[in-house]
């Protein structure tokens, strides 16, 4: 026999030396919620191990991030009032640009990056403007670029907006530009599916629909042929990273994208992918650290440069510990 594929996994060091994908944590990012109030960490009930912060507590997390060796968080707010047009989102006074002032005076060190949409702060918890019972894109569109513009004034350092408005890539570019924010890059959440795997983010930002779904601003996860229009269209607009969005079960929509598109790439691990590991592991069927490492690795395998989890701080210490890498 001259091939034997088996030679090259004898030893540890050797499959090591020999493997074709490296992680690290400088590409991690770790998507965060700030709450309304005082003295709150709050624990989200269907997402055991994350928590609610309130801006006067949000430091203990921060300083676990930076010891972790995670370099970047995305934030999510939890307004205390919600209304139709979902005002709290831009105010200057928002609880995002509250958090964003108190983070980037006292954790520097960290890179932050935003969550621009209207579903958390709306009462009736669509990611825009309603006309009836349908999200009017282009009035949304206007509200979408005032939340980046007021999101890069209080100091983020990149904007994502996961709103699924056509054209939103381009206003968001314009408004931050004619407001003097040329290099504020923009994610875009270009490809992002009407998933049931964020049922648990629902839970944690209070921002699941009143009614309806999301389906008629969403894509459907039949689809991959319309994934590489999204992409497309961000592309053209300006977007400065791609975003896929879930992970796991998409990572054929990720090499896709891939593939055909020359800037960075994210994949967005869902709050429904944390919490079925968490689950799993809490009834003893399955390992939860090797899970989150085998899982974190075909991620990466798949073609994601940026991943963006819930476990971001355990995959950096993972690495760390030389588990995966
Ligand atoms: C806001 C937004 C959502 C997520 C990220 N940004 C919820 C949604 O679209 O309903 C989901 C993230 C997760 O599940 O972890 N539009």
New binding site residues.
């Given amino acids: 026999m001259i091939n034997r594929p088996r030679r090259l996994r004898t030893t540890p060091e050797l499959r090591s030396m020999v493997r074709e994908t490296r992680v690290s944590a400088d590409s991690l990012v770790y ?1 965060m919620f700030v709450t309304e109030g005082n003295d709150i960490k709050e624990e989200i009930d269907t997402m055991p191990g994350q928590y609610r912060w309130s801006i006067d507590r949000m430091g203990e997390i921060l300083q676990d991030v930076i010891s972790a060796g995670v370099k970047s968080v995305m934030l ?1 707010g939890i307004p205390e009032h919600k209304d139709e047009c979902g005002s709290e989102a831009y105010s200057d006074n928002g609880i995002i640009q509250r958090a964003l002032r108190y983070a980037k005076e006292n954790y520097p060190e960290l890179y932050y990056i935003t ?1 621009v ?1 209207m ?2 702060y709306t009462s009736h918890g669509h ?1 825009g403007i309603l006309d009836g019972h349908y999200v009017d894109n282009d009035k949304t569109l206007q509200m979408l670029a005032k939340i980046a513009v007021s999101h890069a004034k209080a100091g983020a350092d990149m904007v994502a907006p ?2 699924m408005m056509d054209g939103h890539i381009a206003a968001i570019r314009s408004a931050l530009d004619e407001n003097g924010f040329i290099n504020i890059p923009i994610m875009a959440y270009s490809v ?1 599916y009407a998933s049931a ?2 049922g ?3 839970d944690a930002a209070g ?1 699941a629909p009143a009614f309806g779904d ?1 389906k008629s601003y ?1 894509m459907d996860p039949h689809n991959i042929r319309e994934a590489i229009i999204e992409a497309e269209l961000d592309y053209e607009e300006g977007a400065d990273i791609l975003m896929v969005k879930p992970g796991m079960a998409y990572l054929d929509v990720l090499r896709e994208v891939k593939a055909r598109f020359n800037k960075p790439l994210a994949l ?1 691990s ?3 992918e944390y919490s079925m590991i968490k689950a799993g592991a809490k009834l003893g069927y399955i390992d939860e650290k090797k899970m989150i490492c085998e899982s974190a690795v075909c991620m990466y395998r798949a073609g994601t440069d940026i991943l963006i989890t819930y476990f971001a701080k355990e995959i950096a210490q993972y690495i760390k510990e030389g588990l995966i890498g």
Wanted: with cysteine; aromatic share 22%; glycine share 4%.
């Fill in positions: 998507p999510f969550d949409c579903c958390e990611c996961s709103d992002k795997f964020y648990p983010f629902r921002s999301r969403q967005y869902v709050s429904g």
